[in-house]
């Protein structure tokens, strides 16, 4: 599995938390501390959105470790956004090491990255995509999961232009719904570890879930505070202002943990900007019956 992270706020740099943190995103691709295995190495990806008037994000990505990448640390040294998302991939079995298989990917002005796997995907990649518009099929340029389950996002989603936090939390969890029962039909009995993230820019949703009641999903955190750097030591202090931002990860960037939220298990997490967030459970009708 990977690890990501997503930040909103006002106009930053993003190489406090890529590179700079005690536990910066770099340093988990190579010492992740709340996973089995801790290294994520198969690859990387960027994606921000442009500070000028443009809606459609930037994003950069390649197959290099995180850590090995001097074009990555240029562009986290340089370029200032007030919202980006960033992932470290560790590749599922099987699945192939490629530029098109690296998070996150991107619609219109949407970006979504994942943290997980859909175990024995291959027992229902097909229904899937049978099940998938032309629109949504096409937008798929690799073999992963995540993008397959991206293009169903996007299908559940109706391709909206201008969805609201409401309609974006429907479609998210329609999608996770659809997944399930596809599972279900096709007999994939094992665990799926779902922690999806979308954004459009200004709303982001990531969810933790793990289809199994005895299974622990992949760790997830947020925060909502102000980065600062005191002698070259990154912190993060808890605040509400209008100064402070938004940041959702697989781990906590910082040593002080005890300023995290930790998000709860089959929960999923809603941010409105750098104004606002929340988590709450996610809502499926028979979650119960397939759990």
Not at 21 to 39: D, E, H, I
Not at 123 to 144: V, Y
Request: glycine fraction near 6%; proline fraction near 5%; charge should be neutral.
């Amino acid at each position: 599995m990977c690890r990501f992270l997503t930040y909103s706020g006002p106009k930053a740099l993003m190489s406090p938390l890529i590179f700079q943190a005690t536990n910066s995103l770099v340093m988990q691709s190579k010492y992740a501390q709340k996973r089995k295995v801790p290294t994520n190495a198969d690859g990387f990806g960027l994606g921000w959105y442009p500070t000028q008037d443009d809606p459609i994000p930037a994003t950069f990505v390649n197959v290099d470790p995180a850590w090995s990448n001097r074009n990555l640390k240029m562009i986290a040294e340089k370029v200032e956004t007030r919202h980006y998302f960033a992932h470290v991939r560790d590749a599922s079995k099987g699945m192939p090491v490629s530029q098109a298989n690296c998070h996150p990917f991107g619609c219109m002005h949407y970006l979504w990255m994942h943290n997980g796997r859909l175990d024995q995907f291959e027992k229902f990649r097909r229904p899937l995509l049978n099940m998938l518009t032309n629109r949504a099929f096409d937008l798929i340029k690799g073999n992963t999961d995540s993008e397959y389950a991206f293009a169903l996002f996007m299908d559940k989603l109706g391709f909206i232009a201008n969805a609201s936090l409401s309609q974006l939390e429907q479609a998210m969890e329609a999608t996770i719904e659809t997944i399930m029962l596809l599972r279900k039909e096709a007999g994939a009995d094992s665990n799926a570890f779902i922690n999806f993230a979308v954004t459009d820019g200004y709303h982001t949703l990531v969810t933790r879930f793990a289809t199994l009641k005895e299974a622990k999903p992949a760790s997830l955190f947020f925060g909502q505070g102000i980065i600062s750097n005191n002698n070259g030591m990154i912190d993060f202090t808890p605040d509400t202002s209008n100064s402070a931002c938004i940041i959702i990860c697989s781990e906590p960037p910082t040593e002080n943990n005890g300023r995290w939220t930790k998000v709860e298990r089959n929960h999923i997490v809603c941010a409105s900007g750098h104004e606002s967030v929340y988590q709450r459970p996610v809502n499926l009708p028979f979650q119960a019956e397939l759990g």
